[in-house]
C-alpha cells in the first residue's frame, strides 16, 4: 500500500478519521474531504505529524462540483487515486410519518447521492489510471436490521450496500473492488452524546450485544484498510457486518 493514495469522505469524523489514520500507517497518503474544512485540515495536520502525507479539503458530497472540486486536488497534490472510502453521512431522527421532505433528501442526499457521486468521480480517476482501485462504502447493520424513528437512514444504508454489489459488477473489468461495510452500533463521540440524553437506550441496546459493548472504530478502519489490501483482491460486491454478532440476536437470551 506505500505510495498509494486514498479519499475519505467525512474524514473528519469520529469513524472517518480512523480510517484516515489506519491508511496513513500503512504508508498510504490521504485526502482528510469532509464539508468542515478546518476539521478536514486538523486531521490531515495529525495525520502528517504521525510521519504520512495528507491533505485536508472541503467536500459538500451532495454537491456535485465539490466533489470534483476535491478529487481534482487530490490528483493535482498527490498525482492519483488508488482507493476510495465512503464514510459521509448524517441520522436524521424522525419516524416516516412525521419526516419532511426535506429531512429525507438530507439523509439520501448524504449517504446516497454523496456515494454516487464520489464513486463516480474517484472512479474515473482509477478507470483512467488503468492500475485498478478499491472503494469501501460504510453501510450499517441498519441496512438489514432497520433503526426505528429514523425513517431515511435505513433505506440510505440499504442502498450503499446495493450500490457495491451494483458497482462490483461494472467496475470488476476494471480491476475496481468494491465492498461495503456495515457496522453494529460504533463507540464514537455522536453515541456517547445520544447516550447521555437517554441512557436507557445504550442498556437496551448492550443487552442485543452478544460481546457487551459497540464496535470501536480502529476496529472499522482496521476491516477497511484490510478490504483495500492485498489480501482481499477477491472479495469483491460484498456487505460485511462488524456488529459483535448482534445481527444474530433474535433468540438471544436477555441478561438477567
Known sequence: M?????????????????????????????????????????????VTKAGAEALGVEMDVADENSVKSAVNRTVERFGRVDFLVHCAGNNVKS??????????????????????????????QMVKQGHGGRVVLMSSVAAMSPVPDRGAYSPAKAGLSNM?????????????????VCPGVAKTVMTEMVYKRDPDLQRQRLKRMPMGREVLPEEIADLVVFLCGDGASYINGASIPIDGGFLHTGFFPEPK
Open 164 to 180: 457495491a454489489r451494483l458497482l462490483s459488477l461494472e467496475w470488476a473489468q476494471y480491476n475496481i473492488n468494491v465492498n461495503a
Open 2 to 46: 506505500n505510495g498509494k493514495v486514498v479519499i475519505v469522505t467525512g474524514g473528519a469524523g469520529g469513524i472517518g478519521a480512523e480510517v484516515c489514520k489506519a491508511f496513513a500507517s500503512q504508508g498510504v497518503m490521504v485526502a482528510v474531504a469532509d464539508m468542515d474544512e478546518a476539521r478536514a485540515e486538523s486531521v490531515a495536520a495529525e
Open 95 to 124: 419516524p416516516l410519518l412525521d419526516m419532511t421532505l426535506e429531512q429525507w433528501r438530507s439523509s439520501l442526499d448524504t449517504h446516497l447521492t454523496g456515494a454516487f457521486l464520489a464513486c463516480r468521480e474517484a472512479g474515473r
